[in-house]
């Protein structure tokens, strides 16, 4: 059911308020408040061991325990088994990429199902990621570890989903692989799609998004605009460690 804080909330794709979250006896989110516009990517930054991956955990409901809000595309989804999400419109693409290896490019590609409305078409995302078209027929194992994060990313955008939560997606991979990709999420954002990033690269991070979240111990320290970075470098330096 959709509460009426939830209906208020259904131009915002998400809207996350007083979330606290358990591994076991670990509380690992203590009141987690953030809110991410139509259109919009934000990145939610931190040192390891911060709470950045439990965040985007704890939206699919993949931890333990959660407590507090969480609207999705105007539906409260804190009571939610993590299989209803994905026709709520969320795609998520954790670091382990989970490509079957048994299968070819284009059989990991059509394997998920669609949304109603429909996501890219294949000849689109071929055109966004020419490796793929080019690796199509070749199984998972034959894939590199940059071919595997493209084939992760474009599978959740057949589905049609449009609120992409995207974890540590250029950890590991080459410069010209993290530089493409930096470019299909700039033309997705172009299309409209809302995403949430966890990234550990603050270069690759500051060029893209709109928004910067700073999670510490848990809680959301700070949420600096894009403007304001330069103004804070000294601050932030400290909060990343770098």
Not at 31 to 47: F, K, P, S
Not at 196 to 217: P, S
Request: aromatic share 4%.
């Amino acid at each position: 059911m959709t509460s009426p804080s939830a209906r208020q909330d259904a131009a915002i794709p998400l809207v996350i308020r007083g979330l606290h979250a358990w591994y076991g006896e670990s509380h690992v989110l203590h009141g987690v408040d953030l809110e991410v516009r139509r259109g919009e990517l934000v990145t939610l930054l931190g040192r390891n061991g911060a709470g950045r991956s439990s965040t985007l955990k704890s939206i699919m409901g993949m931890v333990g325990e959660r407590r507090g809000s969480i609207v999705v595309n105007g539906t409260e989804t804190i009571a939610m088994a993590p299989h209803r999400l994905a026709p709520l419109g969320v795609g998520y693409c954790p670091e382990e990429r989970a490509i079957f290896s048994s299968l070819s490019t284009e059989e990991n590609l059509l394997l998920p199902p669609v949304l109603q409305g429909g996501g890219l078409s294949l000849a689109e995302i071929y055109q966004m990621f020419p490796n793929l078209l080019e690796r199509r027929h070749s199984p998972g194992t034959r894939l590199s570890g940059g071919e595997q994060q493209m084939l992760a990313l474009a599978r959740i955008l057949r589905t049609g989903a449009n609120l992409l939560l995207l974890d540590e997606i250029t950890e590991g991979l080459a410069p010209v692989i993290v530089k493409a990709l930096g470019r299909v999420l700039r033309v997705l954002k172009e299309r409209g799609f809302t995403i949430v990033l966890v990234e550990q690269n603050f270069r690759f991070a500051a060029g893209l998004a709109d928004r910067h979240c700073f999670i510490e111990h848990g809680r959301v320290k700070a949420v600096l605009d894009k403007k304001e970075l330069a103004q804070r470098a000294d601050e932030l330096h400290q909060w990343l460690g770098v």
